[in-house]
């Protein structure tokens, strides 16, 4: 089982990310669960949105506390919410951030690294500094838990072709450091 954490404010679609990964896996032929936390935050506020894909039925239902990977579409929130917690020894961070590699690489000295420059690309794409759909790229080049071209139709039967690309050319422009 792959076990995913995804860390973002309110409005940054983290939710939607970790439901859009969910139904990609799920068409590939996965279990899934996809699901937040959060009480009455509003916008903006630090939200925490959770992606469980496995070949075999999925019984546990509660958060993910020993995640594999940790998608963290607001790199502000380092500083509020310490991201790793529970991150597994050989576990992946991937960071939406402008900082060079060597900053980042110390940042998590400890874990595989993937960054990407999300918001440039959401902004560009989108006229917002929506990332999800930018992430969601940034993941599969780190993690390829499903395919590009299967997370690519569930994007675009949800959203427009702006957020497809925003997904493709995230994918392409990630750096994964080891």
Known sequence: MIEIRWHGRGGQGAVTASEMLANAALREGKYTQAFPAFGPERRGAPVLAF??????PIEIRWQIAEP????????SLLS???????????????????????EV??????HRVAK??????????LGAPITNTAMLGALLKAAPVVSLE??????????DQRNITSLKETYESTEVLN
């Open 105 to 110: 690489k110390k940042t998590f000295p400890n």
């Open 51 to 56: 992606t469980r894909i496995d070949d075999n």
């Open 116 to 125: 990407a420059d999300a918001t440039s690309i959401a902004l560009k794409n």
């Open 80 to 102: 509020v919410v310490n991201v790793t917690s529970g991150l597994k020894k050989d576990g992946v961070v991937v960071l939406n951030t402008t900082k060079d590699s060597s």
């Open 68 to 75: 594999d990977v940790v998608v963290v579409l607001d790199a």
């Open 150 to 159: 299967t997370i690519a139709k569930v994007v675009g039967e949800r959203f």
